[in-house]
């Protein structure tokens, strides 16, 4: 089938089927119709062959898929590790019967429609207090990893190849404060240079999506046929059967948004450096009854910390399942995150959770509650005076 220009309305040329029984209504204008257009866009991702070979950057790729790179060796011996500073009494405080009660009233109260009877009348007869630990170990990591990355070029400096790069580990880069996360993204000096737009080829426009390239499209009144209801010339498209198409202002084709119409890209290394904070928790078993995710929702009181570059496993701790903790922590921090970033500053606290486990006398039967953390949270599953609400 051949196309052959048509010249539209507004002076402008679109393609038409040349073929003597155009599809036409009646004895009306012929129906416009546009053949696809040709892919003259290149490709979504740069080729390989745009990013040049940078000593010390071989195996970087478009997009940060080379991962993590590990650090150099420390050209210094790195310090080791101090003992932690001198460790308080361990022991819990107990709460008090006032203040468990106060607890139990206002988490009924909080409660709908449960009657607040127990907790108000309720006897208390007993009142046990758990030695609940939680040790929690930090490790504050930088990361770095490169990408080649690219912009509209705009007249920036092209410096490839007069001097050798800095390697990824040599770029210096702000830190933020201890265990806080950051990111900071920077460009690696001595590695830019210009090439031509791989998605327009250069051509600083790519073909209009809406219309395919055409300029135009069909009628969405006359669904492409000219006429509607039988001999009516369509009034939206005035019988072509095609309109043009808004996107593009019927040019078929729209600035290339990769180069922004400057046909050039400036193509880059970037260093992309992240600052990790890396947490672990351990919370000793205790044989109250209390489910252990009820006090990932509390806090605690802080008994010890210790915070170096490298930390010691507490010492000297009465609990023996903490001292266990801490050192296989220690060792897995220590062995996971030196082997591909830098290790920056560890962080080691043991917190004292209250847990208190409350017995008490309602209605000649006996039930249990827990008030816990220094929130004074509650837990009581068995609440005996629980219903249910009902809308009529």
Known sequence: MDYKPIINSDGRSSYGVANPGYLRAADGPPAMFAPPAPDSRGPSAPPASMFDNMPGYEGTVAGGGGGFLPPPMPTQPSPQPKPGPEQPQWNIPSISETTAREAFALWAKSKCCYSSAPAKDGVITNMEAFNTYRYRLETFIESRLTEWSHEPYNGQPVDAYAQHPPGPWDIPATAPSYFTDGKQIIKVPYTSSMKSCHVCMGMGRAPCKDCAGAGNKVCWVCNGAGFRHGNDRCSHCFGRGRENCHSCQGQGSKQCPTCQGKQQ?????????????????????????????????????????????????????????????????????????????????QRQTIELIPVTKVTYSWKGKMHIYFVYGNEFKVDADNYPAQCCCTVM
């Open 265 to 345: 890209l400036l193509v880059y290394i970037n260093v992309i450096i992240k600052w990790t904070n890396n947490s672990d928790d351990y919370v000793v078993e205790q044989s109250s009854g209390l489910q252990l995710d009820n006090l990932s929702k509390v806090s605690g009181k802080e008994l010890f910390r210790d915070s170096q570059y490298l930390l010691y496993p507490v010492m000297g701790f009465p609990d023996p399942a903490v001292v266990t903790a801490a050192q296989r922590l220690i060792n897995e921090h220590q062995g996971k995150f030196s082997q591909t970033s830098r290790i920056l500053q």
